[in-house]
């Protein structure tokens, strides 16, 4: 393996800058997936790519974070090579592999072929490189218990199963022991026979019995389009079952994993994220920043507005701080602010602050709402109002300046795509 070159960084360079501010924003990402079981698929073609090792630098500094890993890989391709060196045809129906007697065996040694490369890969330990030091220790076995399909529309699909059964307390023993457990898209039934499983089913079925915090799938395209073409950074299970109405229109990856990732929400699992395969660290990306990288699924919609209380005080100074040093808020101290918390209302997102507003009456004055909105362009525009009940906002980023002669005086502030009005 080469020798990762050493980059001398100036201390005060824009990069290094950058650096900091990253590490510093993703600290409570860390804290938040530190424990947390994380299951993250990828079929064969992953692995046989030549950018895999940038993924296992990737599961390796997950690993050292304190997040417990479960990793389902495929090995379809290595599959089909075999096949062809053998002459062997392929055989599919409804996108499931027909698995006869000397299929089989191939699927057992291209199943070996990319379990290994994993397994070597993440035993790693060069100096000088993001492995160094690393002694993981991964674990695989007989954690499926499998059954076979049998006959679908008239196609006996022989060696061709399902899952039956997840040794969950196995999993959970080896999670525990600080190990990641691999595992392949194989099952054994309690007579001894072996059955060709599917890799996105597998992964779904092991991160539903694993109650696991997230589970995400590595594919070809970013993540899931609307129909004009815009990445869908999230979606709800209920939107999801809309796109798939349209199926005709999805990529076939999509096609095959957004279900996957529907069923896994609608069964316990709290998010489920789609990301391109092709993007160096797509994985940090998607965990490590507010906005990820992908499209995140989850069950229900993640942003909602709630009363401030007196723990929301930094996350809310954290927004209007920014406002204030420009002019459009005006400032208060923090014992202020705490005093006043029973004012505020806080728009929240998937359990982080985005935006805030605070409400003033003055029943004397008689006078509209004044307000001034900043757009997620950075221009500023006036408007009046005078309903005195929250409506849906519009998705823009904007700021409230209090009015001096105005009965009612919003301050609010957002840094995300909600906000109040």
Same mark, same amino acid.
Request: some cysteine; aromatic content about 4%.
């Given at each position: 393996?080469?020798?990762?070159?050493?980059?001398?960084?100036?201390?005060?360079?824009?990069?290094?800058?950058?650096?900091?501010?990253?590490?510093?924003?993703?600290?409570?990402?860390?804290?938040?997936?530190?424990?947390?079981?994380?299951?993250?698929?990828?079929?064969?073609?992953?692995?046989?790519?030549?950018?895999?090792?940038?993924?296992?630098?990737?599961?390796?500094?997950?690993?050292?974070?304190?997040?417990?890993?479960?990793?389902?890989?495929?090995?379809?391709?290595?599959?089909?090579?075999?096949?062809?060196?053998? $002459?062997?045809?392929? @055989?599919?129906?409804?996108? &499931?592999?027909?698995? =006869? #007697? %000397?299929? *089989?065996?191939?699927?057992?040694?291209?199943?070996?072929?990319?379990?290994?490369?994993?397994?070597?890969?993440?035993?790693?330990?060069?100096?000088?490189?993001?492995?160094?030091?690393?002694?993981?220790?991964?674990?695989?076995?007989?954690?499926?218990?499998?059954?076979?399909?049998?006959?679908?529309?008239?196609?006996?699909?022989?060696?061709?199963?399902?899952?039956?059964?997840?040794?969950?307390?196995?999993?959970?023993?080896?999670?525990?022991?600080?190990?990641?457990?691999?595992?392949?898209?194989?099952?054994?039934?309690?007579?001894?026979?072996?059955?060709?499983?599917?890799?996105?089913?597998?992964?779904?079925?092991?991160?539903?019995?694993?109650?696991?915090?997230?589970?995400?799938?590595?594919?070809?395209?970013?993540?899931?389009? $609307?129909?004009?073409? @815009?990445?869908?950074?999230? &979606?709800?299970?209920? =939107? #999801? %079952?809309? *796109?798939?109405?349209?199926?005709?229109?999805?990529?076939?990856?999509?096609?095959?994993?957004?279900?996957?990732?529907?069923?896994?929400?609608?069964?316990?699992?709290?998010?489920?994220?789609?990301?391109?395969?092709?993007?160096?660290?797509?994985?940090?990306?998607?965990?490590?920043?507010?906005?990820?990288?992908?499209?995140?699924?989850?069950?229900?919609?993640?942003?909602?507005?709630?009363?401030?209380?007196?723990?929301?005080?930094?996350?809310?100074?954290?927004?209007?701080?920014?406002?204030?040093?420009?002019?459009?808020?005006?400032?208060?101290?923090?014992?202020?602010?705490?005093?006043?918390?029973?004012?505020?209302?806080?728009?929240?997102?998937?359990?982080?602050?985005?935006?805030?507003?605070?409400?003033?009456?003055?029943?004397?004055?008689k006078s509209g709402v004044s307000t001034s909105r900043r757009c997620a362009s950075g221009s500023t525009t006036a408007t009046s109002c005078s309903s005195r009940r929250w409506v849906t906002p519009p998705p823009e980023r904007f700021s409230t300046s209090p009015s001096r002669k105005s009965p009612?005086?919003?301050?609010?502030?957002?840094?995300?795509?909600?906000?109040?009005?």
């Amino acid at each position: 393996m080469p020798r990762i070159p050493r980059i001398n960084i100036a201390a005060n360079s824009a990069t290094t800058r950058v650096f900091v501010q990253w590490i510093r924003s993703a600290a409570p990402y860390i804290y938040a997936l530190r424990g947390k079981t994380l299951v993250i698929a990828f079929g064969g073609e992953v692995v046989a790519d030549e950018t895999f090792l940038g993924i296992i630098h990737d599961l390796n500094l997950l690993h050292s974070l304190g997040t417990r890993l479960v990793v389902v890989h495929g090995s379809r391709p290595q599959i089909e090579a075999i096949l062809r060196q053998q $002459n062997i045809a392929s @055989r599919y129906h409804r996108g &499931l592999r027909v698995t =006869d #007697a %000397e299929t *089989l065996d191939c699927v057992l040694e291209g199943t070996g072929h990319a379990r290994s490369r994993i397994e070597a890969l993440l035993s790693l330990g060069v100096a000088n490189s993001p492995m160094a030091g690393a002694r993981i220790r991964v674990v695989s076995g007989n954690f499926i218990t499998a059954k076979p399909i049998g006959v679908l529309d008239g196609v006996d699909m022989q060696w061709t199963g399902e899952v039956r059964r997840v040794d969950v307390e196995a999993m959970r023993q080896r999670l525990d022991d600080g190990d990641i457990v691999l595992v392949s898209p194989v099952g054994y039934s309690p007579t001894g026979e072996i059955f060709n499983l599917a890799l996105e089913e597998v992964a779904t079925q092991v991160a539903v019995r694993l109650s696991a915090h997230k589970l995400m799938f590595l594919m070809e395209n970013e993540g899931v389009r $609307n129909g004009r073409r @815009r990445l869908l950074s999230e &979606l709800s299970t209920h =939107d #999801a %079952e809309a *796109l798939l109405a349209r199926r005709g229109k999805l990529p076939p990856d999509v096609q095959l994993y957004l279900p996957c990732a529907v069923r896994a929400c609608d069964n316990g699992v709290k998010r489920t994220h789609l990301i391109s395969r092709h993007h160096d660290g797509a994985l940090l990306l998607e965990l490590f920043t507010r906005d990820g990288i992908g499209t995140m699924v989850s069950a229900g919609p993640l942003a909602h507005l709630r009363s401030a209380t007196i723990d929301d005080v930094g996350g809310i100074l954290q927004i209007i701080a920014p406002l204030e040093e420009e002019g459009i808020l005006v400032r208060r101290p923090r014992e202020r602010l705490e005093m006043e918390i029973e004012r505020f209302v806080v728009a929240e997102h998937d359990d982080a602050i985005i935006g805030c507003a605070a409400l003033y009456a003055f029943p004397a004055e008689k006078s509209g709402v004044s307000t001034s909105r900043r757009c997620a362009s950075g221009s500023t525009t006036a408007t009046s109002c005078s309903s005195r009940r929250w409506v849906t906002p519009p998705p823009e980023r904007f700021s409230t300046s209090p009015s001096r002669k105005s009965p009612l005086k919003w301050q609010c502030g957002s840094r995300r795509t909600s906000s109040c009005s």
